[in-house]
């Protein structure tokens, strides 16, 4: 289960998104004022903030700034009932996720935080498979990091720069079967 953290000194707001996003089904911590999100940053890992742009104790910010230190992967949306195009792109160039407006609209709140929970599991997906293809497929570990196989790997970077080795490929052929085919050409040509 995801937990988010909203952040606003407006008690009303406050208990009335936590109340929603706990009936969509999110763990959600509370924090009456930016000191004390502040603190709960530092003591729990929220996959999602909900904050209010001007609160006493640290802006919303601020509050921003500390979580992209702490937790990078932690989605941040910012609340204000004080919009300007200025601290919109300010947010955004920061890293905040989206900017919502006062009085916020809880069902397009709720897409938003869905949305973007989902993209940050498939950047996160993405990133876990590259490294296990990398793990899989590293060049080292699937010729061995013994010296024996330097000559193996020189001659196969020499013939495969080696002119009469060259031919030119359709653009569907992958670089493994280019490799394999310029490895097989050059094989045969210098038997």
Not at 35 to 55: C, G, H, K, P, Y
Not at 133 to 161: N, T, W
């Amino acid at each position: 289960m995801d937990a988010i953290l909203v952040a606003d000194d407006e008690p009303g707001i406050r208990t009335s998104l936590a109340e929603v996003l706990r009936d969509a089904g999110y763990r959600v911590e509370t924090a009456a004022d930016g000191a004390a999100a502040l603190a709960a940053l530092e003591t729990n890992d929220f996959s999602a903030i909900v904050t209010d742009l001007r609160m006493p104790g640290a802006d919303g910010l601020t509050i921003l700034k500390r979580a992209r230190e702490v937790s990078p992967q932690t989605i941040v949306i910012l609340m204000t009932a004080h919009a300007s195009i200025e601290t919109a792109v300010d947010a955004l160039r920061q890293g905040a996720m989206d900017y919502v407006l006062k009085p916020v609209i809880f069902d397009d709140l709720l897409g938003k935080i869905g949305r973007a929970l989902e993209h940050r599991q498939a950047v996160w997906e993405a990133q876990q498979l590259r490294h296990e293809s990398e793990q899989r497929y590293d060049f080292a570990q699937l010729l061995g990091k013994g010296r024996e196989f330097l000559p193996v790997i020189d001659k196969v970077c020499v013939s495969l720069v080696h002119p009469s080795c060259c031919y030119h490929q359709s653009i569907t052929t992958t670089p493994s079967t280019m490799l394999s085919s310029r490895v097989k050409s050059c094989s045969s040509s210098s038997n």
